[in-house]
């Protein structure tokens, strides 16, 4: 048997797969910090449930892929802080996030994990890896739909210009 049969635990991470790893933490870590922040920026009840059930997925992702890091003996990247929560009322009208803001960056952060996470799935020789990632990817996609469905109750949704064919006969 060949150095990447039997068990996938057992199999070393190519070098892809330490960086995509590694990568998802750095960015995920950034990730919590932000929605953080915007859930201290929002109004919407609806959007703070989302960015919280956001940041929820986020850990989860990050306790595994720190994990595994750890079993690989990799280090891990910096995190920032816990984010303090603020009361919306002490931010200046100027300076905050508008719901429909934070609703589009919420949505164009899910697309891009969503992007990422297949590649990943793609490039990996470990069976375990790619399985974290599809597992990632599922619940990025479900997250992405509720993130599409409030967009389009609240009325935030901007979309690309719109074609209509004319049918001549």
């Given at each position: ?56 997925i986020c850990k989860q992702e990050k306790k595994q892929v ?22 919306l009322e002490d931010i200046p009208a100027g300076a905050r ?15 891009a994990s969503l992007v990422a996470f297949s590649q990943v ?49």
């Amino acid at each position: 048997m060949g150095i990447l049969s039997g068990n996938p635990k057992e199999e070393p991470l190519h070098y892809g797969e330490v960086f995509d790893i590694w990568s998802t933490l750095l960015v995920g870590n950034g990730a919590i910090a932000g929605y953080q922040t915007m859930l201290n920026h929002t109004g919407d009840e609806d959007l703070k449930k989302l960015l919280q059930e956001a940041i929820d997925i986020c850990k989860q992702e990050k306790k595994q892929v720190e994990e595994m890091l750890k079993e690989n003996g990799v280090a891990l990247p910096p995190a920032p802080p816990e984010r303090p929560e603020a009361c919306l009322e002490d931010i200046p009208a100027g300076a905050r996030i508008q719901d429909p803001e934070i609703a589009a960056q919420l949505s164009g952060g899910i697309a891009a994990s969503l992007v990422a996470f297949s590649q990943v799935i793609g490039k990996s020789i470990r069976e375990d890896v790619a399985m974290m990632y599809g597992q990632f990817h599922a619940q990025k996609a479900a997250l992405g739909l509720k993130a599409l469905r409030l967009n389009k109750e609240k009325g935030w949704l901007v979309p690309p210009p719109l074609h209509y064919s004319s049918k001549e006969c």
